[in-house]
């Protein structure tokens, strides 16, 4: 009798520790699934944090950050986007330009803009599985704040000043959202053809001296309409072409600089290149003063051309590439010989955003590629 009492207790014991151990193993096996199920991100404010590994619906908060997903072909993640999207002309602003009709049926989100602060309760309302922000909106909107209001984790992200010809931090950005949003293969094509583009621009003037030629670009976008004098140092078509401005001698520091007219008619640069986003006001201007003007010699000798803008709600990266180009057709024709700058420039935008838009901007009130004399007349 007793050894029929041991023989169960024992095999009750057994069948306890039986369902206890496999009790136990549920809650590893969902810590397990847990841990596969997010992802860990160290952003650009170096913040850490866990978003999901699939994410679903994402939104973009400030400058440049939609530009990047559309770089990313992950328009379809969209749950809403900035009313400035839905208000500005696209033309402009590369990413727009191919998705515009994709932005208008989408949720806004906030107001967008320079300066403009997210909006908790839009961007909570489109139940987003993750925000995007831009990092010049932490100075005046805490992300972790944002997290907390929206429900949702909240990444900082950036690409560089847009003064910046070092496209490093760009390529930081891509494959930060390439592992976020699951475009990690995406990320690294797209990286593989702007180092290859870059590559192939220094390539192409390597053994020229390039300090012969004086350049002056004027009339460079930044936050608004600007002068003629007006411009970047360094201006980075110019540098992926290992090609100085004039105006690099003297700047200070990186960014941008508003030169002397004084200072140019001394420098007298051989070519000049304006920037058409303000090609109007250097009109304005012309026509109050063309002996200004016409003192330089390279408006006199008809050797002004255009360039198409990429400060636009941050930088148009694909529309600086495709500068590049046009500006080495100009400069160096001989090692351009084979270039098409109006081809490359779709073959950069058709990688960038899978739409040929160089057209578009024509449409849109830009005269693109062309020398610009005809408009400048020097008697």
């Known amino acids: 009798m007793l050894t029929l009492v041991v023989i169960a207790l024992i095999v009750a014991s057994t069948a306890l520790i039986t369902l206890t151990f496999k009790q136990g193993q549920q809650p590893t096996t969902n810590v397990s699934e847990a841990q596969e199920t997010y992802v860990t991100i160290t952003d650009f404010t170096n913040r850490t944090v866990k978003i999901p590994k699939n994410v679903g619906k994402v939104v973009a908060v400030g400058p440049g950050m939609l530009r990047l997903i559309t770089y990313l072909n992950a328009t379809s993640l969209l749950a809403g986007v900035e009313e400035v999207e839905k208000q500005w002309s696209p033309v402009g602003r590369d990413y727009a330009m191919a998705f515009s009709n994709t932005f208008k049926d989408l949720p806004v989100i906030g ?4 300066g403009k602060p997210p909006s908790p309760e839009l961007i909570l309302a489109v139940k987003p599985d993750l925000v995007i922000m831009s990092s010049t909106y932490v100075q005046f909107y805490d992300p972790d704040k944002l997290q ?26 891509l494959r930060l959202l390439g592992k976020a949003l699951n475009r990690v293969d995406r990320a690294e094509e797209l990286i593989s053809y702007v180092q290859s583009i870059l590559n192939d621009l220094r390539r192409r003037v390597d053994g020229v001296n390039t300090s012969v030629v004086k350049v002056f670009v004027g009339a460079v976008s930044y936050r608004g309409a600007q002068p003629f004098t007006a411009t970047q140092s360094p201006y980075p078509p110019l540098w992926w072409l290992s090609t100085k401005s004039v105006a690099d001698a003297v700047a200070k520091s990186s960014g941008f600089i508003n030169l002397d007219f004084e200072y140019l008619l001394a420098e007298q640069p051989d070519l000049i290149f304006i920037d058409e986003n303000n090609l109007n006001t250097v009109l304005q201007d012309f026509s109050k003063s063309p002996q200004k003007y016409c003192s330089l010699k390279a408006f006199k000798e008809g050797r002004v051309y255009g360039l198409l803008p990429f400060n636009y709600y941050h930088s148009n990266v694909a529309v600086a590439l495709a500068d590049a180009y046009y500006i080495g057709k100009v400069l160096y024709p001989e090692r351009f010989s084979d270039v098409d700058p109006i081809a490359k420039a779709d073959e950069i935008f058709k990688m960038f955003v899978g739409k040929s838009i160089y057209q578009g901007f024509i449409d849109g009130g830009y005269v693109g590629f062309v020398n610009l004399s005809n408009l400048f007349t020097c008697s």
């Open 111 to 114: 107001p967008g803009g320079p």
């Open 148 to 173: 907390q209001e929206v429900e949702a984790p909240v990444i900082v992200v950036d690409y560089s000043p847009v003064t910046s010809s070092d496209l490093t931090a760009f390529y930081k950005a």
